[in-house]
């Protein structure tokens, strides 16, 4: 069992917390392109509620990468791998896991999930992944999605919070450059 507490950045760490509110799909495309544009290795975790939009960010996510076809939902199989090829030659190994579905947290030692997690330059994003506390590694970056009604508007918005852990900010990460 991991301590999150000492794994995550404090919030008066802009570089290390950032919070931002999309109005849009379109908002949405762009932040997964940012988040692309970072030099993530590691894990990371999007949290929220059913419908909150974290396969939609996944999606969009992969497709900034560089991933061309269909982007499949976990739901089922847990986990959908990507090899992805970089601008630069390198392929990139990217696993989508929905985590959503699991009756126990060993059953990803059955799929070698921990395998996934040992990949040089890999990204392995997790929704759900709070399903598997204490079994999986502190990730380097949490998103949590929060489904709110716009005061001015009353259509929904997404409050997306990004936290980055002490595994994150090590690798010199900055969520400050993120803006929608």
Same mark, same amino acid.
């Given at each position: ?5 000492? *794994?995550?950045?404090? %919030?008066? &760490? ?16 762009? $932040?997964?392109? *940012? ?10 975790w $999007?949290a ?11 999606? =969009?996510?992969?497709?900034? $990468? ?13 986990? /959908?791998? =990507? !090899?992805?090829? +970089? ?10 896991? &929905?985590?959503? !579905?699991? +009756?126990?947290? /060993? /059953? $990803? ?23 598997? &506390? ?5 990730? %380097? ?5 929060? +489904?709110?009604?716009?005061? &001015?508007?009353?259509k929904?918005? !997404? *409050?997306?919070?990004? !936290?980055?852990?002490k595994?994150? *900010? ?11």
């Amino acid at each position: 069992m991991h301590n999150d507490n000492a *794994q995550i950045a404090t %919030d008066t &760490d802009s570089k290390a917390v950032h919070t931002l509110t999309l109005y849009s799909e379109d908002d949405t495309q762009a $932040l997964a392109q *940012q988040l692309a544009a970072l030099p993530l290795t590691g894990s990371v975790w $999007l949290a929220g509620d059913l419908g909150a939009g974290k396969t939609t960010l996944t999606r =969009y996510w992969l497709q900034a $990468l560089g991933h061309k076809g269909a982007v499949k939902s976990p739901t089922y199989t847990l986990v /959908e791998p =990507y !090899r992805i090829e +970089q601008g630069n030659g390198i392929t990139k190994p990217v696993y989508h896991a &929905d985590l959503y !579905r699991l +009756q126990d947290p /060993e /059953e $990803l030692s059955f799929i070698g999930f921990d395998e996934y997690l040992d990949e040089p330059n890999v990204l392995v994003i997790i929704e759900w992944a709070s399903r598997a &506390d204490g079994y999986l590694p502190v990730p %380097d970056l949490f998103v949590d999605i929060t +489904q709110k009604a716009n005061s &001015d508007d009353g259509k929904e918005v !997404r *409050q997306i919070e990004l !936290r980055l852990s002490k595994t994150g *900010q090590a690798q010199g990460l900055d969520l400050s450059i993120l803006n929608i």
